[in-house]
């Protein structure tokens, strides 16, 4: 068709294929296409489609795959803007091909990209749905309407070259390289679940600084706003000093962890008053009966004091829950102490071994009896890198081992799993669907720095499509 070939290859922090992919680094996945004769130019593109690409090398022919002709099996959206981008190249869209090769099929089949127990898991969740009727299910989403209420944390990622030790303090000496703020917290959860529902709304608490007010509005429309403001409380900073993250060179694309120094936490000693607890349950009143859930991301931070946990529990229709425990209320903040109703909640390793007093414990024990406490319908366990445990009421315990191994951060992979799962509680999906939900919005948060980015629908959906396959 043409006289010249260049191949496009996307970025590896940019493919989309779920956790494990891509399996080869972009090093060798280019070395790969070069080498073959047919191809004149390989092309590493840093974007997550092809309009910059296509723009640059204003193709006479734009080639896709035969699975492209179908825009709507195209999840990611991404196909009708390449068609328009080659339109205004002056150039035409081809779809070429005779039989369609899934990489996702030939992966699966040929190559370990996952462990038994992950496969495993992912089959069982396929004879419940293929990857349409999953892709429903997500889209029934949209119809919820949410009220996420917690506190809302700036995570400000301090990110620093280490030159080693002072010669006379013998103290950690480094050089600033950039600095980021990012919206964690429940503002973070407020992100993921608009991806998934465009009818969310946040209520809570900050002070009147303007660099905060500033903030909001980046992440937050003034109708979805029921944040409250007050000068007497300081908006919350959780700063990270880090090292960037590495990537090494290997044949199968592996990265290290972002690596976290030590940290400062900009937090009131003393939780709000009375006074502003009051004006934390006008606003409540005026939104609770419009929610078909009320998520409560309780970080112990001012927010979900007696007065408004009170109010949310005995006012809610329909209550989803996460009571964390961190450094600033550790010991303090326990589910089961803080609260005496939940329909669904999530938690982790260190928080059930707070709340049952228990260094060794039965797992599944604990957590049925928290949900039995809570009359949850559905609890989770997340246990990092080893599993998460699942158990509703009627149906047999699930455990479901993590979807990604290859690590970049994992704060706020906990806030992602409990966005999912909550959602997929609401709408009374299956435990070990609704499990699977969850893991895999965790397994996408531990491949973002932070809260740089939110839980992506397009993703998530392209996510599954390869997990679903296994």
């Given at each position: 068709?043409?006289?010249?070939?260049?191949?496009t290859v996307t970025a590896e922090q940019f493919v989309n294929k779920?956790?494990?992919?891509?399996y080869f680094n972009d090093q060798l996945r280019l070395q790969s296409l070069a080498a073959l004769h047919l191809v004149d130019y390989v092309v590493l593109v840093p974007y997550t489609a092809a309009e910059e690409v296509i723009k640059c090398v204003c193709p006479d022919f734009y080639c896709k795959g035969l699975e492209y002709r179908n825009d709507e099996a195209d999840v990611t959206g991404n196909i009708q803007n390449d068609r328009k981008?080659?339109?205004?190249?002056?150039?035409?869209?081809?779809?070429?091909?005779?039989?369609?090769f899934s990489s996702t099929r030939l992966l699966n089949d040929h190559f370990d990209v996952h462990d038994p127990n992950t496969k495993s898991f992912c089959m069982e969740v396929a004879k419940e749905y293929d990857k349409n009727s999953f892709r429903r299910e997500v889209e029934k989403f949209q119809e919820?309407?949410?009220?996420?209420?917690?506190d809302i944390i700036f995570d400000r990622y301090t990110s620093v070259s280490v030159q080693g030790l002072t010669s006379k303090n013998r103290i950690l000496s480094s050089r600033f390289l950039s600095e980021e703020t990012q919206a964690g917290g429940a503002l973070a959860v407020f992100r993921h679940i608009r991806e998934f529902t465009p009818h969310v709304?946040?209520?809570?608490?900050?002070?009147?600084?303007?660099?905060?007010?500033?903030?909001?509005?980046k992440y937050i429309q003034p109708k979805e706003d029921e944040i409250l403001r007050?000068?007497?409380?300081?908006?919350?900073?959780?700063?990270?000093?880090?090292?960037?993250?590495?990537?090494?060179?290997?044949?199968?694309?592996?990265?290290?962890?972002?690596?976290?120094?030590?940290?400062?936490?900009?937090?009131?000693?003393?939780?709000?008053?009375?006074?502003?607890?009051?004006?934390?349950?006008?606003?409540?009143?005026?939104?609770?009966?419009?929610?078909?859930?009320?998520?409560?991301m309780d970080f112990g931070h001012g927010v979900m004091e007696p007065l408004v946990r009170k109010f949310v529990q005995e006012n809610a229709s329909l209550m989803a829950l996460n009571c964390q425990t961190n450094s600033n209320n550790h010991g303090f903040n326990l589910i089961n102490r803080q609260y005496y109703r939940a329909d669904s909640f999530s938690l982790d390793q260190a928080e059930i071994s707070l709340a049952t007093g228990k260094r060794s414990m039965d797992h599944a024990q604990e957590l049925e009896a928290l949900r039995e406490h809570l009359g949850a319908s559905y609890a989770w366990l997340t246990r990092g890198g080893y599993e998460t445990i699942g158990i509703r009421k009627g149906e047999m315990p699930v455990s479901c081992p993590p979807l990604e191994l290859d690590i970049v951060d994992t704060i706020g992979a906990g806030d992602a799993f409990c966005s999912l799962a909550s959602l997929a509680a609401a709408k009374q999906i299956s435990l070990r669907t609704s499990t699977f939900m969850g893991q895999l919005a965790g397994a996408q948060a531990v491949?973002?720095?932070?809260?740089?980015?939110?839980?992506?629908?397009?993703?998530?959906?392209?996510?599954?499509?390869?997990?679903?396959?296994?």
């Open positions: 068709m043409g006289d010249i070939l260049v191949v779920g956790p494990g992919r891509p981008a080659v339109e205004e190249v002056g150039g035409k869209v081809a779809y070429v091909g005779s039989t369609v919820l309407k949410v009220l996420v209420v917690g709304k946040l209520i809570s608490l900050l002070g009147t600084e303007l660099w905060a007010n500033e903030e909001i509005p007050v000068p007497e409380f300081t908006s919350i900073i959780k700063q990270r000093f880090v090292e960037p993250q590495i990537r090494n060179n290997s044949p199968q694309f592996c990265s290290k962890e972002v690596s976290k120094l030590f940290s400062v936490n900009y937090i009131d000693a003393q939780h709000p008053c009375e006074e502003i607890q009051q004006k934390l349950i006008e606003r409540l009143q005026q939104r609770i009966s419009w929610a078909d859930v009320v998520l409560v491949r973002i720095v932070g809260n740089s980015e939110c839980i992506r629908k397009n993703r998530f959906l392209k996510a599954s499509e390869a997990m679903l396959n296994l």
